[in-house]
């Protein structure tokens, strides 16, 4: 079946360790994004990709890297300089297209992160 | 001011009532979704757009582009329709397909 995986679904960190969560798809979508939800709060942008080997910053990019070496792949690392990492993390994708043009979004299950 | 608003944010109802949930913004918008989130957290897309009207079975998503404001509806509700509805628009001022989402309603139905 296509779709979009997040592993692992629940994640637990010690204060001070770097830690990356996985985002991959089979749908061949040219983007990907990388979103934060925090209770009460909207999703907000953490990265996104429009295209392979490429990524741009979202709204809470610091303390966050990312890398997208491959169409399918696009894996979250929150680092030690990231202040307050529990949240949980959603991943999509969507077909991309041109500049401007908005396309339906795919999410993933999401990865809830706790630090201990 | 969130750019995204919603209303209400939480809502209970009892099987079988017509739900309505709203959602107001204040930027230019290409287009809009609907989205719902079950207890376990995965986001399904149910609705994308940008004019008037789409439905999908019980689901009936309307866009007012003038008023900026939208309502997702739901006829003959049921409890496996208690989820987070999120409402998110596609901004003109971004260019890489990137959303702006409200906060979600809580939508909790009662057997």
């Known amino acids: 079946d296509g779709g979009i995986t997040q592993s692992p679904k629940y994640l637990f960190r010690k204060e001070g360790q770097n830690v990356t969560l996985s985002c991959e798809q089979n749908l061949n979508h040219d983007a990907m994004y990388w979103y934060r939800q925090d209770p009460g709060q909207g999703l907000r942008l953490i990265y996104y990709?429009?295209?392979?080997?490429?990524?741009q910053k979202g709204d809470i990019a610091e303390g966050y890297s990312v890398s997208r070496e491959k169409k399918e792949s696009f894996p979250l690392t929150v680092t030690s300089a990231q202040k307050n990492p529990t949240a949980f993390y959603l991943c999509a994708s969507s077909s991309g297209g041109q500049r401007g043009s908005y396309n339906e979004q795919f999410f993933g299950p999401g990865t809830r992160l706790t630090v201990l | 001011k969130n750019e995204v608003e919603q209303s209400p944010q939480n809502l209970t109802a009892q099987e079988g009532e017509f739900i309505t949930i709203n959602c107001s913004y204040s930027?230019?918008?290409?287009?809009l979704h609907w989205l719902q989130q079950h207890p376990g957290g995965g986001i399904v897309s149910l609705f994308m757009?940008?004019?008037g009207k789409k439905k999908h079975g019980r689901l009936i998503a309307t866009i007012n582009i003038q008023e900026k404001h939208s309502s997702l509806h739901i006829t003959a509700s049921h409890p496996r329709d208690s989820a987070v509805y999120i409402c998110?628009?596609?901004?003109?001022?971004?260019?890489?397909?990137?959303?702006?989402f409200g906060k979600g309603t809580k939508l909790s139905v009662k057997p």
């Open positions: 757009l940008s004019s």
């Open positions: 990709s429009q295209i392979v080997n490429d990524f």
């Open positions: 930027v230019g918008i290409s287009a």
């Open positions: 998110a628009v596609g901004a003109h001022r971004g260019s890489q397909g990137n959303l702006i």
